[in-house]
């Protein structure tokens, strides 16, 4: 072996490198609370919206919606609110950047005009009903990249796709039957 190699080898420090782990290090010792913005496939008019906040580490509640009745009043813009928990099944980490796959359990909503307060559960009441609600299972793969080098803060993409079951669906949404696939894509930042 060449000395220089040698000298270079057994003096790490000379040659510059290091070779650091990078550990995420939240305020409360795992990712606390996102706020996420992307596409759903049931309104196309407005930004799909979602707030999840993490009591346990692999514990989360979330809602997710466009915001109809409190952030706009459009008449004319079909939504569908979702309001569950979710647990994480599996994770990945990988230097800055982590994968989980989440199974979320709750409810979700769907309406065709601007939003009433309160859900109504349950078969159709009535011929002219503008909105109703059902339980929800979904699955999602949610990545997360940390920024900065002491791991508080991260950027988040949530992919998400389930079903609900609302057995007045097809007279509020006009069209199919009372399992109401959805899926979104949302994008965010989170600490």
Not at 44 to 56: D, G, N, R, V, W
Not at 134 to 145: D, H, Q
Request: glycine share 12%; proline share 8%.
């Amino acid at each position: 072996m060449p000395p220089l190699l040698l000298l270079l080898v057994t003096r790490p420090g000379w040659s510059q490198s290091s070779s650091q782990a990078f550990k995420p290090r939240p305020i409360a010792g795992h990712a606390v609370l996102d706020l996420r913005v992307g596409v759903d496939r049931i309104d196309t008019q407005h930004p799909f919206l979602c707030a999840e906040i993490s009591p346990l580490s692999w514990l989360s509640v979330e809602g997710c919606g466009t915001g109809s009745g409190f952030l706009h009043q459009d008449p004319n813009a079909p939504d569908m609110a979702h309001f569950r928990t979710r647990a994480r099944a599996a994770s990945v980490s990988l230097g800055r950047t982590t994968a989980d796959l989440l199974l979320g359990a709750g409810f979700a909503e769907v309406q065709r005009t601007a939003d009433q307060p309160g859900f109504l559960f349950g078969p159709q009441r009535d011929s002219e009903q503008i909105e109703a609600a059902g339980p929800e299972a979904s699955a999602s793969i949610k990545g997360r990249y940390w920024l900065d080098a002491g791991g508080r803060t991260y950027a988040a993409a949530d992919l998400n796709a389930g079903v609900a079951a609302i057995p007045a669906a097809p007279v509020v949404i006009g069209n199919g039957g009372p399992i109401v696939p959805f899926a979104s894509l949302t994008l965010g930042f989170g600490f």
